[in-house]
């Protein structure tokens, strides 16, 4: 059960007095989810999700619940957050950084099927079109730099063949930059639990904590690299090329995005296998965070490695 702090309904009710919502009917702690406390809560006048943040700071919301805002107002399927008397997204309840937001009717699949891949690639390319007109700006806090120096502390602990596949790709990567490629905003995590599905209809991507600028293309290969992945470890051609389809009929790929697909997969497998690394080799103390196998990702990137044909 990830709640990791509780909330009382006498609080929670206290709190709801800075937002037009009337009053607390009912509070429902979330099961689901890895890094926050979330909670459903209905009030008079609807149903909401609320956030109480584990780990980010209040400062550091701005960007993020500024950037699910917009894309809601224009139409991508996504929370919209909830503005309170002085038009704050977010502050403090129960000691920690919380918001509210619009709750959607869906949940999250863990076997997808082509309708659903397709929807999500469109879904990603209508917020890819989106975020142009977004003001603000984030760096990739888990780009190449990051990746680099990460590894750079784990290859001691790693056994040496996995070490020299890791220094190996870092280098690959770093000799096949595609800066000139179309920038914008990306959702850099847009897995399968990360999106909740209506059957084949997108209720909503969430989790957009790690939403920043870079490359769109490699957007989708994180999206492809979870979405088309079989329990194998292999890709799924029929996945992955829905969710290409279903993201070309709102924004096709240039030729320049075509050539580079095949790297960009590699870079989407790489980013999860070292942020999986880190985590099982580096655990963060008061750890909240459950061990994702590392190896899933370490296979997928040997698979891309050694694949000569791909989708695009
Ligand atoms: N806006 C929403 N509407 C309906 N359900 C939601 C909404 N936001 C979150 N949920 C539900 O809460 C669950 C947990 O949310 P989420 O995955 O964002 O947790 P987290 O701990 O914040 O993030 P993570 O698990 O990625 O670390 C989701 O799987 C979903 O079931
Ligand atoms: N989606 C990530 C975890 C959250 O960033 C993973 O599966 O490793």
């Known amino acids: 059960m990830s709640v990791y702090t509780s909330v009382s309904n006498d609080d929670m009710q206290a709190w709801l007095q800075r937002y037009a919502l009337g009053e607390l009917v009912e509070l429902k702690g979330i099961a689901a989810g890895i890094t926050n406390t979330n909670y459903f809560v209905t009030t008079t006048h609807g149903r909401y999700v609320l956030t109480l943040f584990e780990v980010l700071q209040l400062a550091e919301l701005p960007y993020f619940l500024k950037l699910k805002s917009h894309l809601s107002r224009h ?56 975020g142009a007109t977004f003001p603000l700006r984030m760096d990739n806090p888990r780009g190449p730099a990051w990746w680099a120096h990460t590894a750079s502390t784990l290859y001691d602990a790693m056994p040496a063949a996995d070490a020299a596949m890791l220094r190996d790709e870092i280098a690959f990567q770093a000799s096949h930059r595609f800066d000139f490629l179309p920038h914008g905003v990306i959702h850099a995590d847009l897995f ?33 690299n979870d979405w088309a992945r079989l329990p194998d470890g292999s890709i799924d051609d029929t996945l992955a090329s829905a969710l290409l389809a279903g993201y070309q009929t709102v924004r096709p790929l240039s030729t320049s995005e075509a ?16 942020s999986r690394l880190l985590d099982f080799y580096q655990p963060a103390s008061g750890e909240l965070t459950f061990t994702k196998d590392p190896g899933v990702f370490q296979q997928l990137l040997a698979a891309h490695r050694q694949r000569n044909s791909f989708w695009l």
């Open 75 to 130: 139409g991508v399927a996504c929370p919209a957050p909830i503005a309170d008397h002085n038009d704050q997204f977010a502050s403090l309840l129960s000691g920690k950084p919380a918001c509210l937001v619009s709750c959607l009717h869906g949940s999250d699949v863990s076997a997808p099927n082509a309708a659903q891949c397709r929807a999500v690639g469109e879904m990603l390319a209508q917020m890819h079109l989106a």
């Open 192 to 224: 399968k639990d990360n999106v909740l599905m209506d059957g084949d209809r997108i209720a909503g991507f969430i989790d957009f904590y790690y939403a920043c600028n870079d490359i769109l293309l490699y957007d989708i290969a994180i999206a492809v």
């Open 259 to 274: 050539d580079a697909w095949p790297v960009m997969l590699r870079a989407g497998a790489l980013r999860f296998w070292v």
